[in-house]
Nanobody
Framework: QVQLVESGGGLVQAGGSLRLSCVVS????????MGWFRQAPGKEREFVAH????????YYADSMKGRFTISRDNAKNTVYLHIDSLKPEDTAVYYC?????????WGQGTQVTVSS
């Protein structure tokens, strides 16, 4: 059974940084694309970043370019999202996903709260 577990969220002051992690169990990440979405209170879930299976190709939502960095360590079955210069509007639950053999799997999310 495939499971994705995010961690690394928390309360941080504006201007700070965070690194979110998403560990996949039950299946190797090799050849699996992965990425992140987020959902702010009262808003729809929005795309943040995507990485192909090797990490050699990544792309971001236009509004996320510059402060968000996705990376992965397939040996650890883990994908990361580094966020710099956090803003209060980054407050959201961050979800990772994995596309494994064309089936989507989601984590339960990790809360990021940015105080001004």
């Amino acid at each position: 059974q495939v499971q994705l577990v995010e961690s690394g969220g928390g309360l941080v002051q504006a201007g700070g940084s965070l690194r979110l992690s998403c560990v996949v169990s039950g299946r190797t990440l090799t050849y699996s694309d992965m990425g992140w979405f987020r959902q702010a209170p009262g808003k729809e879930r929005e795309f943040v970043a995507h990485s192909n299976w090797s990490g050699g190709s990544t792309y971001y939502a236009d509004s996320m370019k510059g402060r968000f960095t996705i990376s992965r360590d397939n040996a650890k079955n883990t994908v990361y999202l580094h966020i710099d210069s956090l803003k209060p509007e980054d407050t959201a639950v961050y979800y990772c996903y994995a596309d494994i053999n064309h089936q989507m799997y989601w984590g339960q999310g990790t809360q990021v709260t940015v105080s001004s």
